[in-house]
């Protein structure tokens, strides 16, 4: 009993490594045959052509849920960004998708503004403040917080949300707020179908490259190293904490843009969307498709949900049980998800971009 | 001043029962490091096999003594096939719980269906004293809840097995040279915490019925309240569970509960921000 919070805390260096170390041990057979080429722009080329084709065969109800579908992959992004990047738990990321969601579900119940160019920068910029808040408060400070701490702090944040949501007459108590108006371009109103699907994926793929040029970049680098070893990155001089609080802020903004997209498709938000449900659903994506990669995070939002999807008719019950089996098989035998058959280790770190004179010494003193 | 006896027995109780969720959660974060978030879903468990005893016609109070042995013989089968694999990487821990504790809770309800089901207090009735009536079976929680955490202290800091558990966590290596099998402990270690789990389990059900997010409802209460009293003794869980059991039952009486509600969860983490070590940071039983 007496190992307390000593051990705690000296364990809070190590364990980051301690991840590394586990996810190391998962990838070992993986793909990056011998030709030595790279896997990961073929992955993505496959997923955009799907994504670009899919609407062209695909029934009218089913394109309704791909795009249901494209958005949630959008929020998986967000949350991969945060923990497959920079190492930050996140159980809390549903508090920023659903609170753009309520945000901007009152701005058109409210006062009528339902224009794309207001209501999608709108919800961003309130993803962003409450990722801002949180974030700011539960990484900055003095002492820099354990992981731990942070994992909870934001679960718990989700869960206070999703009460105050609940309880709350003027955002519709349990009920939420129903049927919110169309977003509209002008006098065009994006109704659910293809329109509003390639809307969507278009955005996606706009995310998606500015994000696969951050997670390049030198900030990208310096990001990595804080998920391998937070300590060392700290030594080098950067400020590891404010990384952190950064990262956690556009994390923010990407979920609260998928959440703005989500209420406006769906029609309604519910107190559900900001509560632990759609926390945990956005890890499971990540988890399964592979975090530390974006286009894992796309993976295993299609895939989760499409399983779902599919099985929900014949096996409703059953299937939450299959996910959670498949859920522990991934976390003990896979930690590096499904993309890991066939990306290699070396191609999921990758390379960053140009060095700045500035750090090239740091950058040497790195290097072994 | 019948009302304001009322209102502390209220608060009392649902402190009391909070203190029993967080034991076992307690004891498994002090002890090995691990946040289990399945532990909610043990809770369920000790909930559904004492519904199981009722269902099939056996006495109650069976399926109230079953239910942590049951609870704790499958935590100790779960800590050798799963759990044991977590110990370096405390998130990954983290999310192995949430899966095992997601397929327990899904398992759970396909057994009994989107229903609250009833399980009648094994004690009815109430106790009077004078104008006041004082749920009998209210007070026999807390009158457990005070024998089991007594007990728990003694085995902890009085017996050969707490000696031999506190010395498993405190140096495992030394613990090893000296003889004790270190596997066998972490393994006792979590089916005890687990099995304390069931027995509150057992022992809420009348009060709050069983329904499938029975356990998740007190998860992050027991949580928060494990790092308000800090991580690391026996004492410390215990005490924050106290606090935090408190105030959320307190505060609804002089505040909107919809406020009262969120406020405890803010005023915790703004706690644990300022004192990471908790209310009591010692070391120790």
Known sequence: ?368 | MANAFVAAFEILSFGAIIVLIVLGLGIIASMMGIFNFAQGEFVLLGAYITYLAYAKGLPIWAGMVAAPFVVGALGFVLEALIIRRFYAAPIVAMLGTYALGLIIRETVRGLIGGFYLTVPEPIGGSIDIGAMHISAWRFTIIVITLLVMVCCYLLLSRTNFGLRMRATLENPSLARASGISTPLMYGATFAFGSALAGLAGALIVPVFSLYADLGLRFLIQGFVAVMVGGVGSFIGPVAGAGVIGTLSAALPWVMAPVVADVLVFVLAIVFIKFRPQGLIAGRGV
């Open chain 1, 1 to 368: 009993m007496p190992k307390s919070m000593g051990a705690v805390k000296q364990a809070i260096p190590a364990e980051i490594g301690g991840e590394a170390d586990v996810a190391m041990g998962g990838s070992g057979t993986a793909g990056q045959a011998a030709s030595g080429r790279k896997v990961l722009p073929i992955v993505e080329g496959v997923v955009l052509v799907a994504a670009l084709l899919a609407p062209l065969v695909l029934q009218d109800y089913l394109t309704v849920f791909a795009t249901r579908v494209i958005i949630l992959a959008l929020f998986a992004l967000s949350f991969d960004l945060v923990w497959g990047y920079a190492g930050i738990m996140s159980f809390g990321q549903a508090l920023f998708f659903g609170s753009a969601g309520y945000g901007v579900a009152l701005l058109a119940r409210d006062l009528d503004i339902t224009n794309i160019f207001l209501v999608l920068p709108a919800g961003t910029l309130i993803g962003l403040t409450f990722a801002l808040l949180l974030g700011g408060f539960l990484l900055l400070g003095r002492h820099p917080s354990s992981v731990i701490f942070v994992s909870l702090g934001t679960l718990t944040g989700s869960y206070a949300a999703d009460r105050l949501a609940r309880g709350w007459y003027y955002l519709g108590g349990q009920n939420g707020i129903p049927s919110i108006s169309s977003m509209t371009l002008g006098s065009y109103e994006f109704s659910e179908g293809p329109s509003f699907y390639y809307l969507v994926l278009g955005i996606l793929i706009v995310v998606y490259l500015l994000c696969r040029f951050l997670v390049r970049s030198q900030f990208g680098l310096a990001l990595a190293g804080l998920r391998e070893n937070e300590q060392r990155i700290a030594f080098f001089g950067y400020k590891a904490q404010h990384l952190k609080a950064i990262i956690f802020a556009i994390g923010g903004a990407v979920a609260g843009l998928a959440g703005s997209l989500y209420a406006f498709h769906e029609g309604f938000v519910w107190p559900n969307m900001v509560g632990v449900v759609v926390s945990t659903q956005v890890v499971l994506y990540v988890l399964f498709g592979g975090s530390g990669t974006l286009i894992g995070a796309v993976i295993g939002a299609v895939i989760v949900e499409g399983v779902s999807f599919w099985l929900s008719d014949n096996y409703r019950e059953v299937w939450p049980i299959i996910l959670g089996v498949l859920l522990l098989l991934v976390i003990l035998f896979r930690p590096l998800g499904l993309i890991s058959f066939v990306l290699g280790e070396r191609e999921r770190v990758g390379s960053f971009g140009a060095r700045p004179k500035e750090t090239e010494k740091e950058k040497r003193n790195a290097a072994p």
